[in-house]
């Protein structure tokens, strides 16, 4: 539901339909509005056949990767003898994405829901939700709807008079970008750095204490219940363009645009219709420059690929970028893109876990060389230099921070080269400024 | 999390404050809180993954992380207090020193930056008295430091005093805000 919680007539509001519902946060409320029935309906099943209907209905990982959610679901092998885990991935920090903060704040029974029917789906008793320290407010409501739905048995050692047992336990972070990989999160939650694991073994065979895990974004988790009450044909119908890209997806849009906010369209919703019509087109007197569609780790896009962009997996790809996370950055005229690159670069560098030496130098070289651009000290080899660091940070390192850090001073440059050398260049064209510089 | 290497893109020193300057200590576990935290320790298969929830809890009730409060953590999940101060030190919501009594972090990545974070920042420096990012005002009353995307982007400016989250600051609201901090 868009922008201070009175919904667009274009969106499909699925899991956005109750933002702004006081009442929904509470077990009462949520029940009134058809909660918990998916739970139910969940433990009456067989987990394999939960596992197929999520297979079926198309749901892909909302947290970054599109990883297709039933699948992953069923790597985990039932009857090893061994304890499984679920992770749930609070941890947003991924810059220009606040989706699931809203859903925490607004719907938290259902993401305690989407955590049961998860963790029976994947044959765990413990479902750890790690939200990151900032998020009082959700932190807040989830520790209460967790209390609520111990109190009421809905979840416990007896789930709903199942004779399953599913605890949901919510686990505060301390402040760390990184733990939102999932492997770090894992780290992190024993009470480790939050260091990324090397790859193999992946969670499935070895997560969380050493036992197979499934980690997953709020938004995947939450999409289970409505799957599982309407059908997975239901959800695959929900598709503008490629069936590859199923159901609705929640767009966090912030920046340089009219209506900030929270909006849910379904797969493969033109974009421009959604930058203009929803989030209500450039501020007065401004014009759109850019857009990052799909959080900070993800290319930039010029408004031109961005207009011709059809909103879903597939989509974002053709148009130059990624779907991401979900967080839509917009970028008007009146921004420098060599400033707004900069503090991407920035961001990354203080949020390097240092273990690689091509991200934790990369990272710190990259920031350097772009502010002193920024500031009007750079030089025609910089951007060169970068495209070259970039090049050595791309695809050699434990987890994937390091590209991240790469792809948007690299598209930066491909798409917005003039305004990099017009700096360059006012210091030669300007020996005065420069001096002063 | 990596000061040495990328040293002047960090806020300033830390190490400047005054870690001597508290009283003697009081361990944190006892009564309620201990039960708190052998309650926490029932969530997990593990003693070590309740650091991170039992050094929040020091934090609430010292209103930061000292060394002694990281030994007395480490006793009681058998670990060594260097191994809690290594993990203490990676994340960057523990304070290692005393902070002001209203702490305010303020995003300026740049979703945030492009909305004029920047001008927030400096309007809390100047009425806060604070002087400098990262330092605690003359009064003890505020810190302001700068922090990474605070995850609420489409509010810009996201601060947070303590445990509030407040949205959508601007640099005229900065004033009307510390004014109703008791
Ligand atoms: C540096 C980094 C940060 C990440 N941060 C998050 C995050 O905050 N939330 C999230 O859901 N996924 C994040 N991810 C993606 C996770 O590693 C993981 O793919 C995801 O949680 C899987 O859930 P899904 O399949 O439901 O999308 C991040 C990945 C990387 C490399
Ligand atoms: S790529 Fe960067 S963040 Fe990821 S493990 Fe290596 S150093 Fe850490
Ligand atoms: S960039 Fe400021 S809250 Fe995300």
Not at chain 1, 49 to 62: A, M, P, T, Y
Not at chain 1, 267 to 272: E, R, V
Not at chain 1, 294 to 312: F, H, K, N, R, Y
Not at chain 2, 63 to 76: D, I, Q
Request: glycine share 12%.
């Amino acid at each position: 539901m868009g922008y201070p919680h009175h919904p667009n007539p274009r969106e499909t509001t699925v899991l956005s339909k109750h933002f702004g519902e006081a009442d929904a946060r509470t077990l009462d409320g949520w029940k009134k509005r058809g909660g918990y029935k998916a739970l139910e309906k969940a433990l009456g099943m067989q987990p394999a056949d939960i596992v197929n209907v999520v297979k079926e209905s198309g749901l892909r990982g909302r947290g970054g990767a599109g990883f297709p959610t039933g699948m992953k679901w069923s790597f985990m092998k039932p009857g090893d003898g061994k304890p499984h885990y679920l992770c749930c991935n609070a941890d947003e920090s991924e810059p220009g994405t606040f989706k699931d903060r809203e859903l925490m704040r607004w719907t938290p029974h259902a993401l305690v829901e989407g955590c049961a029917i998860g963790a029976y789906a994947i044959g765990a008793e413990t479902a750890y939700v790690y939200i990151r320290g900032e998020f009082t407010e959700p932190l807040h409501w989830m520790e209460q709807a967790v209390k609520e739905a111990y109190a009421a048995g809905i979840i416990g050692k007896n789930a709903m008079g199942s004779g399953k047992r599913i605890d949901v336990h919510v686990h505060k972070g301390a402040g760390a970008y990184i733990c939102g990989e999932e492997t770090a999160l894992m780290e992190s939650l024993e009470g480790r750095r939050g260091n990324p694991r090397i790859k193999p073994p992946f969670p499935a065979v070895s997560g969380v204490f050493g036992m197979p895990t499934t980690i997953n974004n709020v938004e995947t988790l939450i999409a289970a219940a409505p799957i599982l009450m309407n059908g997975a044909e239901w959800y695959k119908k929900m598709s503008l363009s490629n069936p590859k890209s199923t159901g609705t997806k929640l767009f966090s849009v912030c920046g340089n645009v009219q209506r900030p906010g929270t909006y849910e369209v379904v797969m493969g919703f033109p974009f421009k219709e959604f930058l203009y019509d929803l989030c209500g087109g450039p501020l007065h007197g401004r014009k759109f420059k850019a857009v990052i569609p799909g959080g900070a780790s993800v290319p930039i896009q010029t408004m031109e690929e961005a207009e011709a962009t059809l909103m879903d997996y597939e989509g974002f790809v053709a148009g130059g970028s990624m779907l991401g996370s979900g967080g839509v950055i917009v970028i008007d005229d009146a921004q420098p893109m060599v400033t707004v690159i900069a503090r991407l670069a920035r961001f990354f560098a203080h949020e390097s876990c240092g273990q690689c030496t091509q991200c934790r130098e990369g990272t710190a070289w990259t920031t350097k060389i772009l502010e002193r651009i920024r500031d009007g000290e750079g030089t025609v080899e910089d951007l060169d230099t970068l495209l070259d660091i970039g090049e050595q940070m791309t695809g050699k390192t434990i987890c994937v921070l390091s590209d991240s850090c790469a792809v948007p001073v690299i598209s930066g440059i491909k798409k917005f080269r003039g305004e990099f050398e017009a700096l360059i260049q006012g210091r030669r064209f300007h020996p005065v400024t420069a001096a002063v510089a | 999390m990596t000061p040495d290497l990328v040293g002047d893109l960090e806020s300033p020193d830390y190490a400047s404050h005054d870690r001597a300057a508290h009283g003697p200590y009081t361990p944190v576990f006892t009564g309620d809180v201990k039960r708190e935290l052998d309650e926490l320790l029932t969530h997990y298969p593990t003693k070590m993954a309740a650091l991170l929830p039992a050094l929040w809890i020091v934090q609430r009730v010292h209103g930061w992380v000292s060394e002694e409060g990281m030994a007395e953590v480490a006793g009681l999940l058998e670990l060594t207090p260097a191994y809690v101060k290594g993990v203490v030190t990676f994340y960057t919501m523990y304070h290692q020193h005393p902070v002001g009594k209203y702490f305010i972090q303020v995003c300026t990545t740049s979703p945030c930056g492009i909305c004029g974070a920047e001008d927030v920042v400096k309007a809390l420096v100047r009425h806060t008295n604070t002087g400098e990012l990262g330092l605690t005002s003359p009064d003890g009353r505020f810190t302001v430091i700068e922090v990474e995307c605070l995850g609420a982007c489409g509010f810009a400016t996201p601060v947070m005093v303590n445990e509030e989250f407040i949205e959508s600051m601007t640099p005229d609201k900065v004033p009307e805000l510390l004014a109703r901090l008791p």
